[in-house]
């Protein structure tokens, strides 16, 4: 599996308006200008990062028309007047090719319930299972053994993988990508406890995933106690996360592998959870906050903070004290000597 | 999605003795006294709550013959010799109408082993796979995908959401809910390490669930090495929870999400835990204990403790240390100037 | 479900040149000499723990011939060159009588793609999906509902257990087991953040598996970004662990559940990893190395070493400190005291 595009089709791709050097390698690969080795695609999307283009070691650089600099021998810089959607166009070309779109149809052994609205440029896989009243947009691509409850609503150009399963009346937006396994519309955890049992309270809302959605493998989505579970345009979401009931992920927020959330906290936009993280239910974790793996939120966290620990602080406090708390046996010495030597001291003032 | 119950209509389910007040609001949410709102069910089902009915934004409340006050105008209070089992038959009532039970039958693309016994008022769907010698009871729904291995027992009424599986000789008891994706009876992780290399321990046992257990979406519970992992009646476990061989859980516990329990630890009744914690092997967790999200423990935990940290302690010493910790880099200036002034001290007294 | 083996069947197994002493029980069970019960086998595979045999409750005791010693009453020791290489036998005879291997061919629901080789002796169980281009080896045993992507490849004598997802173009060794749900090459976690939104990387790798690996329920392995993610020879994952994009794990490693490995950490040869354990991103765990549970891991660990804590420390280390840190009450009143008492020092001495 691969890709491998010449300088020339890429600079075609991006529409690049002149092209500053040349190279023969094959570009197969795309990263970050100080990550990218030979045959790789890079890109200066953010003026910031401006210096590092001379030393990136990437075979093709999209600049924009005003950098200032000239390739190393091999090397070639594309200049495009939007680097950033140029590389967009460019991984959605690889994307095209590594992943051809397979040819509309249902498979034979699908099994489609009744008032259900499948148009021809879809495609449905083997194993898939479609209940009563599901809509899907044009060209979904339900691959094998997606289950769709009654009423859920798929929009255009989804991608659903194997084993995907998205429970009664949730909605998926356009461009939503569901690794294998991905489940979305589990019952809520919702119990009250009466005369000594938890009784089920009723889940009976849905969930909502916006547009340029992507959720990795065997993630877990609840459908809200009331209302609705939301996930935002442009979230992606890593493998083996639990979402509760009611919680609501803003736009274009990052959600690493193992993160749970409890119920109806609130994530708003462009906010990133490191891995393991875990957060308490009906909080909010305000706009472009910062929340390192493994940490414990059991508060709210500001706009743009970034946090770390279990119970969370301040990233630069949380790292000041886990340095403090290695030198715990070392202040325990010192404690008891100033005890010791205090004692000496007074005896040592007593008898003078 | 939803519901909408009259005042009478609740009243008629609970067979409220008395009204007091009325309400035109439509039911179609319930909810704890301080949480609800307007359109909501709340109940009294625990005198200890007594002073929270007058505040209640609840449209409708169920609460005993006793209890003295009137509702506010638009409330209702509806009388009932116990307001939990009202609750409960409402709730049930609710479920009733948002999850109607699909027609008896079996899919034409259910794959049957032999000797397997289904009784014809169950619902077997699309797609579900049942292995030879499986025993299913009366109305259980296999909603699609589900599989059943070889002489496994699914007891009367269960539910088993789409991509469930339920392995070899596993046992589920009445009214179990799986939630998709649930894993039931897959191996436990027991190795031997013989001349370099981790030789597999065959894992014998099973899994047996009881009655009233619902498990949350794509948690795991393996099968036992010998005899069998089990989960008592009415335990709740929510998503992505771990709980490996030989674990025993007893009746009415709260497992929440992303859970981890290592073999051969016993869970008593009665225990919550909270979201991400995890438990060591060969532990008792006795009645009752609670242990607090992303908790580590390693140690038996008494009847009605309440643990919180990894390692845990007890959950007000933890809370404690907690606040303490951060004021490590406070006490490490402290202590420096102890010691520098104690040093002049000595200095001074030398000089003296 | 169970197996009974007789003494005289046991030593037949392992081809024993002598038998000491006698049992009439059957053996229903494997275990550790300090944990082996009445109808367990065990072994002496180790010199080290030679004095556990005389202890041992095992019915039946492989030991080498030069273990000096007699059985208990009612006790048999069998004398066999390689007891571990012995107890592996009859392990694998074990597995056999409990898994029958089911009759080899295909069953009628399964869904097969063009160019796809599959041997005759293989076993393709109801459900089961495989795209074009599918390689399958001898004995291979799909039990249900599985699904293989385009070009992915399953060495002989697999076992893939219901609702285990194979992606495109991934590769399996020989012997390997998934358990159900398992999902092999869903698409490594990567954005690049472009113009206010994440524009998703193409993962073009792919991801290996080795020989005699097995997987947990549920657990996740990411293709790679390029190249490959990969397990290597014999190493053992278990339930809900998350495996990112690039990580290369050695051979003979033990890792438990709900373990996350970030993107482009190595994990070199018989590595342990605790359960919820949490590994940044490119790191190197060396040879040998053991993390304990819930550990956080954010520099590499040397051969050999043994962490523990999130951050994580040297494990003597962190365990001394989680003792002195449930000492930060007594040692903060130890602070205030000394500082009371130096004011009173200095008072005294002033006033002297």
Not at 134 to 155: H, M, N, S, T
Request: charged content about 20%; some cysteine.
């Amino acid at each position: 599996m691969g890709f491998a595009f010449s300088a020339a089709q890429i600079a075609d791709f991006v529409q690049a308006s002149r092209m500053r050097g040349a190279t023969t390698d094959m570009i197969s690969g795309v990263a970050s200008l100080t990550r990218a080795t030979s045959g790789d695609l890079s890109f200066l999307g953010n003026p910031r990062y401006r210096s590092d283009v001379a030393n990136s070691q990437a075979s093709v650089i999209l600049v924009p028309p005003d950098y200032v600099g000239n390739p190393r021998t091999g090397q070639c810089y594309l200049e495009v007047s939007s680097p950033s959607v140029g590389l967009a166009e460019v991984c959605a070309r690889i994307e095209h090719s590594l992943w051809p779109r397979p040819k509309a149809g249902m498979h034979r052994s699908a099994a489609i319930g009744e008032n259900v609205v499948i148009p021809e440029s879809a495609m449905i896989g083997p194993g898939c299972v479609i209940e009563d009243g599901v809509r899907i947009g044009e060209r979904v691509y339900l691959q094998a053994q997606v289950f769709l409850g009654r009423g859920a609503v798929v929009g255009d150009d989804c991608w659903l993988m194997p084993g995907v399963i998205v429970a009664a009346e949730c909605t998926l937006g356009e461009r939503v990508r569901l690794q294998p396994g991905v489940v979305i519309g589990s019952d809520g955890f919702g119990y009250e406890f009466v005369d000594g049992r938890h009784a089920k309270v009723p889940q009976i809302g849905t969930v909502v995933i916006g547009n340029d959605v992507e959720i990795g493998a065997n993630s877990t989505i609840d459908r809200a106690r009331f209302n609705k579970t939301s996930v935002g345009d442009g979230s992606k979401i890593d493998n083996l996360v639990q979402i509760a009931h009611n919680v609501e992920i803003g736009r274009h927020c990052i959600v690493c592998a193992q993160v749970g959330i409890s119920g109806s906290t609130t994530i708003e936009d462009f906010v990133i959870v490191g891995g393991q993280a875990g957060l308490a239910g009906h909080l909010t974790v305000h706009r472009g906050a910062k929340i390192d793996g493994q940490t414990g939120v059991n508060s709210d966290v500001a706009a743009g903070a970034f946090v770390k620990g279990s119970p969370c602080l301040p990233y630069q406090l949380e790292q000041r004290i886990n340095v403090l708390r290695q030198k715990l046996p070392e202040l325990f010495r010192r404690v008891d000597a100033l005890e010791s030597q205090f004692g000496d001291s007074v005896q040592e003032k007593t008898s003078a």
